[in-house]
């Protein structure tokens, strides 16, 4: 039974509880009200909203429990998770709200339960209850459980006033339901004389046992990890752990030993002034126990065994496998019963079928020979049957035989057409390759070009404005020469200062000039670049197309050398053919003005020495 199970059986009876009129309806402000509270106690968020939206086609009224268990399973139990939430808080919710409707008592009788006990025993009937609705206890685990509170108290069970109890009503031998429980428990039949503390601490020590999963309680003398000391300590071993607490109140946990398949348990000699010593190991420590006596020692060892025997086993519960074992025994019980049963009622029909036959043994005989001959008759037609079908069979096996070698004869052409394709695409691919190549080295080889255009731009305008600072000197120049021959010396030394300027001028003109031939030799270089990679651009396309479209017979491939005739050169309109002449006619303008301008100074300085104006050093 897993843990959706078990919660399923809790809500069952809050959702019977708000059913008021037993119509199996219920209203959906309940529902809302209900669906809250499980959410609080389980620990999950819940959202309003989900209702409405869930029952929004289904404005007929109240909800009954198939259709509110979609929605229970969909937005509260597929969200709840093992160990986030306490499973008693569900238990008590559900319990509150039944017990308000359907556990009605006399509060004047000495022999009613508690409201707490009351409460552990509808847990209990829960948990041993039968998996179908309406909830049932069958009369063995009433038994058992009636044991099991017995023998906590230490009393004999008195099977008696349960059978006086079962055979009153011939319904309750199916089973019983948890008020018809409740108030036999309340009658004083079963614990009739017993004080009330006493059956308390049974149906609590009960409750831990089987609901709680506490396969033993009580107190063990323990050796410390670090002091060495021995402290009497309340153990409460679990099919998953194994802990210790300060006292019987459980309040203060001291430690938690986990159990698993590495753990293991042995009996120690008596030293250190103990005696009925143990110890339980695990991989990382060894825990040294006393118990008060041998009985109490086996005990404990064999629970601690039985323990990690549930853990290897992968069993989480011992009395959940003690149930479903129980179950077994019954069902083969019922099994026996019924084969027992079905035995005699066979024995009895053998026998009536006996005497019918010795009646019938002569009809059976005549019956015999007209059998035998049918027999002999269908054996014939059978046969013939079978015969025809193997026929057929065989004809149907040959044409499979036929369809299987040509379905193979066709994948081999498949197979190999699908090879050529897979080439093809191979080939197509590289040359797609290459062809991205060529582009890339053209569109390079156009960056290229495109720089060298703008440098050789840059170096021309330079040498235009070196052209026009030349300019400005030799102007500057001749208005020096036409001042007064006051200003002959400084006139003087202003001339040489400008002739070394235009000396200077005059050499970066040739450093320009170089470096435009220079830059001229790049673009034709770029130029050439370019040239060559149209050339495979073109090239690669020839390939490509004739590689796209297979040739057919009697076509001709064409012809590599047309590929070059769509190059063209460069005209005389291209850009920079017409920037290398106009600067080179800047050179030959600029050549002839400084010629002319050393041919006036020429002159002047004659004309000045003829005068007697000027003084020639």
């Not at 060298?452 to 030349?470: C, D, I, W």
Request: proline share 2%; with cysteine; hydrophobic share 35%.
């Amino acid at each position: 039974m897993d843990l959706r199970s078990e919660l399923l059986k809790s809500i069952w009876y809050g959702f019977t509880a708000l059913d008021l009129e037993r119509s199996g309806k219920v209203s959906k402000s309940q529902l809302k009200v209900l669906s809250h509270n499980l959410c609080t106690v389980l620990c999950i968020p819940h959202d309003p909203v989900a209702l409405e939206e869930h029952f929004r086609d289904d404005d007929d009224g109240p909800v009954s429990s198939q259709g509110y268990m979609p929605y229970l399973n969909k937005y509260i139990l597929d969200k709840v998770v093992e160990g986030s939430f306490i499973k008693e808080n569900v238990d008590e919710l559900c319990w509150t709200l039944t017990a308000k409707k359907k556990y009605q008592t006399d509060k004047s009788s000495t022999t009613v339960l508690p409201e707490k006990d009351a409460f552990r025993f509808w847990c209990l009937f829960n948990f041993l209850s039968e998996d179908k609705y309406p909830l049932v206890m069958v009369p063995d685990e009433v038994e058992y459980l009636l044991k099991k509170v017995c023998m906590a108290m230490s009393i004999e069970f008195n099977c008696v006033e349960l059978e006086d109890f079962f055979s009153q009503d011939a319904v309750q031998q199916s089973g019983i339901t948890v008020w018809a429980f409740l108030g036999m428990m309340n009658s004083g039949k079963i614990i009739r004389g017993i004080d009330k503390s006493i059956v308390s601490m049974a149906i609590e020590e009960v409750y831990r046992e089987i609901v709680g999963d506490v396969l033993k309680e009580g107190y063990l003398w323990k050796k410390g990890q670090l002091r060495r000391n021995w402290k009497e300590r309340w153990f409460t071993l679990r099919p998953s752990n194994l802990s210790y607490y300060t006292g019987e109140d459980r309040k203060e946990c001291q430690g938690n030993i986990l159990l698993d398949g590495n753990c293991c348990v042995e009996v120690l000699p008596d030293r250190d002034g103990k005696r009925c010593m143990f110890c339980l190991k695990t991989l990382s420590k060894t825990y040294e126990m006393s118990a008060s006596d041998t009985k109490q020692r086996q005990e404990w060892t064999t629970a601690i065994q039985t323990a990690i025997r549930l853990h290897v086993e992968g069993k989480k519960s011992l009395h959940k496998d003690l149930k479903l074992k129980r179950r077994e025994q019954r069902e083969q019980r019922e099994k026996r019963r019924q084969a027992k049963e079905e035995e005699l009622q066979r024995l009895r029909a053998l026998q009536e079928e006996r005497e019918r036959k010795l009646a019938e043994l002569e009809l059976l005989k005549e019956a015999q020979k007209q059998a035998q001959v049918l027999l002999e008759q269908d054996e014939q037609r059978r046969r013939q049957q079978h015969e025809q079908l193997q026929r057929a069979l065989e004809i149907q096996l040959r044409e499979a035989e036929e369809a299987r070698v040509s379905m193979q004869a066709e994948m081999a052409l498949k197979e190999e057409e699908a090879e050529r394709q897979r080439k093809r695409i191979h080939e197509l691919e590289e040359m797609q390759k290459r062809l991205e190549e060529a582009l890339q080295q053209e569109i390079k080889a156009r960056l290229d070009e495109e720089a060298f255009r703008l440098a050789q731009t840059g170096l021309l305008a330079e040498e235009e404005e070196k052209m026009k600072a030349l300019m400005a000197l030799q102007e500057e120049q001749e208005e020096y020469i036409l001042k007064t021959q006051r200003e002959k010396q400084e006139l003087k030394q202003e001339m040489e200062a400008k002739s070394r300027a235009l000396d200077e001028a005059q050499r970066q003109l040739e450093e320009v000039r170089a470096n435009r031939h220079r830059v001229d030799q790049d673009v034709v270089a770029a130029q050439r670049k370019l040239r060559q990679a149209s050339t495979n651009v073109k090239h690669w396309n020839v390939q490509m197309n004739r590689l796209m479209r297979p040739i057919g017979p009697g076509e001709k491939r064409p012809s590599l050398g047309s590929s070059f005739s769509s190059f063209q050169v460069p005209t005389q309109k291209d850009p920079g053919l017409r920037l290398r002449k106009r600067s080179e006619s800047d050179d030959e303008g600029s050549k002839e003005n400084v010629a002319n301008r050393a041919g006036c100074d020429l002159d002047k300085r004659h004309s000045h020495a003829s005068n007697g104006d000027m003084d020639i050093p």
